[in-house]
């Protein structure tokens, strides 16, 4: 019998990149980081990085070997405090988001 796969919806895979991000701290974090964090391909990984730049969550800064980090915005941080509202309330009601 075939266990069935269960997706993740957008808005939990977004979570889960800023969760990578605030994870690593004030430094940031790297498209490495992220995409492990996340467990992405690197495709979807860029697309959703665009996402996250364009609604303003978070924020993309070089660093002096011209790497690129990732900051989560106060905006950022806020969604992301929402989410786990969010998923604490609809756990209680035995509800997947």
Do not use: C
Not at 72 to 94: C, D, P, W
């Amino acid at each position: 019998m075939r266990k069935k796969r269960t997706y993740r919806s957008k808005m939990r895979i977004l979570a889960d990149m800023m969760r990578a991000i605030q994870n690593e701290g004030e430094d940031g974090a790297g498209p490495t980081r992220i995409l492990y964090g996340a467990n992405l391909s690197h495709d979807r990984l860029t697309q959703y990085i665009d996402e996250l730049l364009g609604k303003q969550l978070i924020t993309e800064t070089e660093i002096e070997d011209q790497s690129r980090v990732y900051l989560l915005t106060e905006k950022g941080r806020e969604f992301l405090r929402e989410f786990v509202r969010i998923e604490r309330f609809s756990e209680a009601f035995g509800i997947e988001i």
